[in-house]
């Protein structure tokens, strides 16, 4: 799965709005996940998790006018591309992106 987000922000502000981000629901994210795992590399976060037994991993790259998003998602979750997508886009407006 690949899809963009765009952000009305600089490059900075919008890493600090997705670390603050992940940072707030991290409570949440632990309800539903397991392994998690996060790390940044300048501009790009790796993540993965296991969810429902299932292994995810992927990309946030941040540029200065969008999110570049990717995840390995395993076959059964594919049918759902399009909700998660709506979703992520739809947290990001909640922050303010």
Do not use: C, S
């Not at 309800?31 to 976060?45: P, S």
């Amino acid at each position: 799965m690949q899809f963009k987000i765009d952000h009305r922000t600089t490059q900075q502000a919008a890493i600090r709005k997705l670390k603050q981000m992940i940072e707030d629901q991290q409570k949440a994210i632990a309800e539903h996940a397991t392994d998690v795992r996060t790390e940044w590399k300048e501009n790009v976060l790796e993540f993965g998790f296991t969810a429902q037994g299932t292994k995810i991993t992927g990309t946030v790259t941040v540029t200065d006018t969008h999110f570049d998003i990717y995840a390995k998602l395993p076959l059964m979750y594919r049918l759902f591309e399009g909700k998660i997508e709506k979703m992520i886009a739809a947290e990001a407006a909640k922050i303010g992106m």
